[in-house]
């Protein structure tokens, strides 16, 4: 005869077994739950960082500014020691109506500027050329400018002021867009002390990199 007593006990062995498992793989399931849970906790949680961080760095630029002036610096802080810094280059950013002075992805001065109307301002990479002076007057547009640099098609494409007119005599209706939109005839103006200082530390040879487009 069959032994009940054992038969019994073995089932319950079985029920203890499959209810053990069953234990363990609810707590797996919920252990892979929780660590998805808290991965996507980690990831959110370094998204807000980087963008606390993003805008905290906007802002300690943005007070680093002064208003557009196009007889002053761009910045209250003193222009940087070029000699300081490796990997020294300018990107000119024609969205934003910036230039900005960098080394490697760090920007040591941010300088307003107006690119050429309806995006006559090239863009891509280019180099500071070795064509530069402190006055030029172009009769064909009516318009000169002082402290010209040139970086593409030797003394065609320059950085340099907000313009002036034969006499050297700024032409202030122009100078008032400064940092605002376009209003070159493709050179990048800058005001005064940005474009001398560029003529007196930028050197031949530097990276000038120009991109993006004007919009309204």
């Known amino acids: ?11 319950r062995k079985k029920i203890f077994i499959y209810l053990f498992l069953f234990l363990v793989f609810l707590s797996a399931a919920g252990y892979g739950i929780n ?3 808290y991965k996507n906790q980690l990831i959110s949680s370094r998204a807000k960082a980087k963008k606390l961080r993003d805008k905290k760095k906007e802002t300690s630029f943005k007070s680093r500014m002064r208003a557009a002036d196009w007889q002053k610096p761009s910045e209250k802080a003193s222009y940087p020691v ?7 280059w300018i990107d000119v950013s ?6 900005y002075i960098k080394s490697g992805n760090k920007i040591l001065y941010e300088m307003y500027c107006s690119t050429g109307i309806d995006d006559s301002t090239p863009t891509g990479t280019y180099k500071i050329q070795k064509e530069r002076g402190t006055f030029f007057y172009n009769a064909s547009s009516k318009e000169g400018a002082r402290y010209w640099v040139s970086w593409k098609d030797n003394g ?3 950085f340099h002021t907000v313009p002036t007119d034969k006499n050297g005599k700024y032409l202030v209706s122009q100078a008032k867009e400064l940092g605002k939109k376009p209003n070159s005839h493709g050179c990048v103006h800058l005001s005064i002390p940005d474009a001398k200082w560029i003529y007196k530390n930028i050197s031949q040879g530097t990276k000038v990199v120009v ?3 004007f919009k309204a």
């Open 1 to 11: 005869m069959i032994d009940l007593a054992l038969m019994l006990k073995k089932q």
């Open 35 to 37: 660590r998805e849970h």
């Open 82 to 88: 070029l000699s300081k810094y490796k990997n020294v």
């Open 94 to 99: 024609i969205a934003k109506q910036r230039v």
């Open 156 to 158: 065609v494409y320059l």
């Open 211 to 213: 991109h993006g487009t």
